[in-house]
């Protein structure tokens, strides 16, 4: 199902509106979504309304939030999301932290108690709109083995990063720190298929190609994902005191209550650095450079990190984006969810 | 060739002065050598001197710089290694970081100009040990390919982060972005043994068994690796105006010529955020759940990131630091060099 850009938030919004978050933070949920369907990042896009909707309506995220702001240096601040929506909560940190870089160069804005924010490609690129390089990244339920662990440990952890070029060209990059996402794995049990042995373990920690006998994920390169996903729980949990390591929330393990996950943006102003113009000229030339390099066999060109998506988003902005016809029919339907997510453990579906 | 910690801080201080460094600079530039020794990273250890030696020697690195640190906000500063030696340019610019940190709360400070400064985790332990988060990355000679790619663009690119504890342990990531160092190429080269298909590529980006076909190194889980070393440099090149991408210069093509690479520390002072004991019992908590996790076969007990590292070090004090026979041999001789490190492309040994 082709849909418009403008449709697709329109059905978002209210959808979400229904379930009972107010009109402006369905507004601001629903942009984060369409911002990652846009772009082809569809696992964090239209197929979560119906969880977020079983979530707002049984009251596991905070619809009337008091959202709190405080500086605690000229470039430091805490934003409490009062387990409001996190996308409307991190948005608004992204906001302020943009503000404080460029006004005094850098800004480390902690974000926290929140829910889900979506894709953090959504939070950095704010900070490339204004010509300064965001860094954003964020807790999620503990899915993923240490290296050497037979037991999940961190979550998928990401991390994200944009830096402004020329012309509104940012070079974007979103990954999260496991070698795939659980959706594969579902994707997996569906279709009855075996997976990579580089994807997941079993109960006893060994890789497995059998997607029903998964137990966790696997961190990228061994202790180097395990190093990284150790990094983003230190700074978007401990750092502000939030639950951090297995002690994180899962997110279809209760329902009605609120899930308490921390997220951090750093925004650095390139003018305080080599100063705005060569940096933005230096981002140019990085990507002309990627694209002028040789393909390896099997590929037709080389591609900047975040190209891919916004070659995406450009096809779809013409041929609309593509939703996968349950989704749409679930959006244009009057149900607001059916109890499909709820006290479930992180690996069911 | 089993030697203390003191004896080896002393040859290589006496072996880097003699080439030239002032007494005070190899005496850092030892400090840094040996900390990777002592922790059993010997790649960037005492196996370094004879190269630095011979580059010093040969003008490739100012011995008598002019560093000038400049503040640029209340958070952010460069500091101008003047074509200098790294390792020196890079713990005093650590030293200003540190203490901007402990004044305004974070602090992000770029090292212009600088030669190879060693294993980067040595920075964020300094800022460790005072109590604050320390994070740096820095280029290095292009080696790597972009994902897709046939030629290299990115060095390898290092990423370290360290978190201090309750006690003098330290929870540290210190990582390339790339899945394998070059130096295990040369090592099966010199064994002429078969190298895993993830680690390398051929002239047509073909990932090879063969050593001696490997014409660029692969990045940890294709784009992401790629991603991560686009944001290394980025953050420690193109943002402090410093040659980036391919244009970073190569470690043995001309070794009269200064290097002119970059370096980014970020320090972040968890006072500013959720409180410093929170923090540091909560890293310890960190270490305590790590361990407790049950482990994977083939593997005794799960590590927190560095652990590994902390267990050569209290070998290594009880038995002395094990260094190769060679380098030892260098180490207590009277020669400067052997001119074996110049004019060569940087995949020659």
Same mark, same amino acid.
Request: proline content about 5%.
């Given at each position: 199902?082709?849909?418009?850009?403008?449709?697709?938030?329109?059905?978002?919004?209210?959808?979400?509106?229904?379930?009972?978050?107010?009109?402006?933070?369905?507004?601001?949920?629903?942009?984060?979504?369409?911002?990652?369907?846009?772009?082809?990042?569809?696992?964090?896009?239209?197929?979560?309304?119906?969880?977020?909707?079983?979530?707002?309506?049984?009251?596991?995220?905070?619809?009337?939030?008091?959202?709190?702001?405080?500086?605690?240096?000229?470039?430091?601040?805490?934003?409490?999301?009062?387990?409001?929506?996190?996308?409307?909560?991190?948005?608004?940190?992204?906001?302020?932290?943009?503000?404080?870089?460029?006004?005094?160069?850098?800004?480390?804005?902690?974000?926290?108690?929140?829910?889900?924010?979506?894709?953090?490609?959504?939070?950095?690129?704010?900070?490339?709109?204004?010509?300064?390089?965001?860094?954003?990244?964020?807790?999620?339920?503990?899915?993923?083995?240490?290296?050497?662990?037979?037991?999940?440990?961190?979550?998928?952890?990401?991390?994200?990063?944009?830096?402004?070029?020329?012309?509104?060209?940012?070079?974007?990059?979103?990954?999260?720190?496991?070698?795939?996402?659980?959706?594969?794995?579902?994707?997996?049990?569906?279709?009855?298929?075996?997976?990579?042995?580089?994807?997941?373990?079993?109960?006893?920690?060994?890789?497995?190609?059998?997607?029903?006998?998964?137990?966790?994920?696997?961190?990228?390169?061994?202790?180097?994902?395990?190093?990284?996903?150790?990094?983003?729980?230190?700074?978007?949990?401990?750092?502000?005191?939030?639950?951090?390591?297995?002690?994180?929330?899962?997110?279809?393990?209760?329902?009605?209550?609120?899930?308490?996950?921390?997220?951090?943006?750093?925004?650095?102003?390139?003018?305080?650095?080599?100063?705005?113009?060569?940096?933005?000229?230096?981002?140019?030339?990085?990507?002309?450079?990627?694209?002028?390099?040789?393909?390896?066999?099997?590929?037709?060109?080389?591609?900047?990190?975040?190209?891919?998506?916004?070659?995406?988003?450009?096809?779809?902005?013409?041929?609309?984006?593509?939703?996968?016809?349950?989704?749409?029919?679930?959006?244009?339907?009057?149900?607001?969810?059916?109890?499909?997510?709820?006290?479930?453990?992180?690996?069911?579906? | 060739?089993?030697?203390?910690?003191?004896?080896?801080?002393?040859?290589?201080?006496?072996?880097?002065?003699?080439?030239?460094?002032?007494?005070?600079?190899?005496?850092?530039? %030892?400090?840094?050598?040996?900390?990777? @020794? $002592? /922790?059993?990273?010997?790649?960037?250890? !005492?196996?370094? +001197?004879?190269?630095?030696?011979?580059?010093?020697?040969?003008?490739?690195?100012?011995?008598?710089?002019?560093?000038?640190?400049?503040?640029?906000?209340?958070?952010?500063?460069?500091?101008?290694?003047?074509?200098?030696?790294?390792?020196?340019?890079?713990?005093?610019?650590?030293?200003?970081?540190?203490?901007?940190?402990?004044?305004?709360?974070?602090?992000?400070?770029?090292?212009?100009?600088?030669?190879?400064?060693?294993?980067?985790?040595?920075?964020?332990?300094?800022?460790?040990?005072?109590?604050?988060?320390?994070?740096?990355?820095?280029?290095?000679?292009?080696?790597?390919?972009?994902?897709?790619?046939?030629?290299?663009?990115?060095?390898?690119?290092?990423? %370290?982060?360290?978190?201090?504890?309750? @006690? $003098? /342990?330290?929870?540290?990531?210190?990582? !390339?972005?790339? +899945?394998?160092?070059?130096?295990?190429?040369?090592?099966?080269?010199?064994?002429?043994?078969?190298?895993?298909?993830?680690?390398?590529?051929?002239?047509?980006?073909?990932?090879?068994?063969?050593?001696?076909?490997?014409?660029?190194?692969?990045?940890?889980?294709?784009?992401?690796?790629?991603?991560?070393?686009?944001?290394?440099?980025?953050?420690?090149?193109?943002?402090?105006?410093?040659?980036?991408?391919?244009?970073?210069?190569?470690?043995?093509?001309?070794?009269?010529?200064?290097?002119?690479?970059?370096?980014?520390?970020?320090?972040?002072?968890?006072?500013?955020?959720?409180?410093?004991?929170?923090?540091?019992?909560?890293?310890?908590?960190?270490?305590?759940?790590?361990?407790?996790?049950?482990?994977?076969?083939?593997?005794?007990?799960?590590?927190?990131?560095?652990?590994?590292?902390?267990?050569?070090?209290?070998?290594?004090?009880?038995?002395?630091?094990?260094?190769?026979?060679?380098?030892?041999?260098?180490?207590?001789?009277?020669?400067?060099?052997?001119?074996?490190?110049?004019?060569?492309?940087?995949?020659?040994?």
């Amino acid at each position: 199902m082709r849909v418009t850009k403008e449709k697709l938030k329109d059905l978002i919004v209210t959808k979400l509106h229904r379930a009972g978050l107010t009109e402006d933070h369905s507004e601001g949920v629903a942009d984060v979504l369409v911002h990652a369907d846009a772009r082809g990042v569809h696992s964090h896009g239209a197929m979560r309304v119906e969880y977020y909707a079983e979530r707002i309506a049984k009251g596991g995220i905070n619809c009337k939030p008091e959202f709190k702001f405080e500086k605690t240096g000229p470039c430091s601040a805490v934003f409490d999301g009062d387990n409001g929506a996190g996308h409307v909560a991190a948005k608004l940190a992204m906001d302020e932290a943009i503000k404080m870089a460029k006004e005094n160069g850098i800004a480390i804005v902690g974000v926290r108690r929140i829910g889900h924010s979506g894709a953090l490609s959504y939070f950095v690129q704010q900070a490339a709109n204004e010509d300064l390089i965001g860094i954003s990244v964020c807790q999620s339920d503990p899915m993923v083995v240490p290296f050497g662990g037979a037991d999940p440990y961190y979550g998928t952890n990401p991390i994200a990063f944009a830096a402004p070029g020329k012309d509104g060209e940012h070079i974007t990059f979103d990954m999260a720190t496991t070698v795939q996402a659980w959706g594969k794995i579902l994707h997996a049990r569906s279709k009855n298929e075996p997976i990579p042995d580089t994807w997941a373990v079993d109960g006893n920690g060994e890789p497995t190609t059998d997607p029903f006998k998964v137990n966790a994920l696997l961190p990228i390169a061994g202790p180097k994902g395990y190093g990284l996903m150790m990094m983003v729980d230190v700074l978007s949990g401990i750092l502000l005191g939030l639950p951090f390591g297995n002690k994180v929330s899962s997110m279809y393990h209760d329902l009605t209550e609120h899930r308490n996950l921390g997220q951090l943006h750093i925004v650095i102003n390139p003018e305080y650095f080599a100063g705005l113009g060569p940096f933005k000229e230096g981002i140019e030339q990085t990507m002309q450079d990627l694209n002028n390099i040789k393909p390896a066999s099997g590929y037709k060109q080389v591609f900047y990190p975040g190209q891919r998506s916004a070659i995406r988003e450009k096809a779809y902005e013409k041929d609309g984006i593509e939703i996968v016809d349950d989704i749409y029919e679930y959006l244009t339907s009057e149900v607001v969810h059916k109890n499909a997510y709820d006290n479930k453990s992180p690996f069911a579906k | 060739m089993r030697v203390t910690k003191e004896q080896l801080k002393s040859l290589i201080k006496n072996k880097l002065h003699r080439a030239g460094l002032k007494e005070d600079h190899a005496e850092i530039a %030892a400090d840094v050598l040996v900390f990777a @020794d $002592e /922790r059993g990273i010997h790649s960037h250890g !005492a196996m370094r +001197v004879e190269y630095y030696a011979e580059r010093i020697a040969k003008g490739g690195i100012n011995t008598n710089p002019d560093f000038n640190f400049k503040k640029t906000g209340p958070c952010t500063a460069v500091f101008h290694g003047d074509g200098g030696n790294g390792h020196a340019a890079a713990k005093m610019a650590m030293d200003e970081a540190i203490n901007m940190a402990k004044e305004n709360g974070v602090a992000i400070v770029g090292v212009r100009d600088i030669s190879h400064s060693g294993a980067i985790s040595y920075f964020t332990h300094q800022a460790a040990k005072e109590n604050v988060l320390g994070f740096s990355v820095c280029q290095s000679d292009p080696m790597v390919v972009p994902f897709g790619g046939a030629e290299p663009y990115y060095g390898t690119n290092p990423i %370290a982060f360290t978190a201090p504890s309750n @006690d $003098e /342990r330290m929870l540290t990531l210190d990582m !390339a972005t790339t +899945v394998q160092a070059w130096g295990k190429i040369l090592h099966a080269r010199s064994k002429n043994e078969l190298i895993p298909n993830t680690w390398a590529v051929d002239k047509n980006g073909e990932p090879t068994t063969n050593p001696f076909e490997v014409n660029a190194l692969l990045p940890i889980a294709g784009p992401k690796g790629y991603g991560l070393a686009m944001m290394v440099d980025v953050l420690s090149g193109i943002l402090l105006g410093l040659p980036f991408g391919n244009k970073v210069s190569s470690m043995y093509e001309n070794l009269s010529e200064y290097r002119h690479l970059g370096q980014l520390h970020i320090v972040i002072n968890p006072a500013f955020f959720t409180g410093l004991t929170e923090f540091k019992k909560n890293i310890s908590n960190t270490m305590e759940d790590l361990n407790q996790i049950k482990s994977a076969p083939g593997f005794s007990k799960v590590l927190f990131p560095g652990e590994n590292n902390d267990l050569v070090l209290a070998e290594y004090k009880e038995k002395g630091i094990d260094i190769v026979d060679e380098i030892y041999e260098y180490l207590i001789s009277d020669t400067i060099h052997n001119n074996q490190y110049d004019h060569k492309n940087p995949f020659a040994k």
